[in-house]
């Protein structure tokens, strides 16, 4: 009804028995084999997990989970993406799209001011059993009337990981709003042996909350 969750974003560190990150080692195999190749990293917005489905004649609007609640002002302010004109516009041959956005605007999210408003953000659509590539996911969002989440750096997993840790080094696309990290693919998409997509987060509270225990 709202199509599959999507993939479960791994931190880039293994935690601790106080759930601190620890720096260095990896949370995947894959980060580790992969730590000095190129990956694409975009802002981690923050906000709510939203799915828009649409099934060739009806788009349904769902959470990270199936049983997760979408807010209620949220719904209403999607709610001209109902329009199956916009969809058959936007996908004329196919019945089985999924968009993966992150609600977001006010009184969504806590670390700033993004917009007055509130709208989704896209960072990902499934087409089938295909993933879209981010030139056809910007192509996508634009016909939904959507952005997309911004583009911040090509780096590897240790230069990203070093921005993160260097105050100031990284800043919000949005003025006033606090970055909350970053969140990276491979450069190649690729999958792990369960063949959930290869997807990284690092977020700048664990780099804060590792100094702070540290001390």
Do not use: C
């Not at 000095?36 to 060739?56: F, P, Q, S």
């Not at 700033?112 to 590539?133: A, C, E, K, N, P």
């Not at 987060?201 to 780099?207: A, H, I, N, P, Q």
């Amino acid at each position: 009804m709202f199509g599959p969750e999507y993939t479960k974003i791994n931190t880039a560190f293994k935690r601790d028995d106080r759930n601190v990150i620890i720096p260095g080692d990896w949370a995947l195999p894959e980060f580790a084999y992969l730590a000095d190749k190129d990956w694409i990293w975009t802002e981690k917005v923050d906000g709510t997990n939203i799915r828009l489905h649409w099934d060739g004649s009806k788009m349904t609007i769902g959470g990270r989970t199936d049983n997760a609640q979408v807010p209620a002002s949220l719904m209403a302010n999607l709610g001209p993406l109902s329009d199956p004109g916009i969809w058959h516009a936007a996908f004329p041959d196919a019945d089985d799209v999924t968009v993966y956005g992150e609600g977001y605007g006010a009184k969504i999210q806590s670390g700033g001011m993004y917009r007055h408003d509130q709208s989704l953000i896209v960072f990902d659509v499934l087409v089938g059993r295909w993933w879209l590539t981010d030139e056809s996911i910007a192509d996508v969002a634009g016909k939904l009337g959507l952005d997309v989440v911004p583009l911040v750096t090509v780096a590897t997993l240790s230069e990203a990981w070093a921005r993160i840790t260097k105050p100031g080094d990284l800043a919000s696309r949005w003025p006033g709003a606090r970055i909350e990290g970053l969140v990276g693919r491979p450069a190649v998409p690729l999958f792990t042996r369960k063949g959930d997509r290869l997807i990284v987060k690092m977020k700048v509270k664990d780099w804060a909350d590792y100094q702070r225990r540290s001390q």
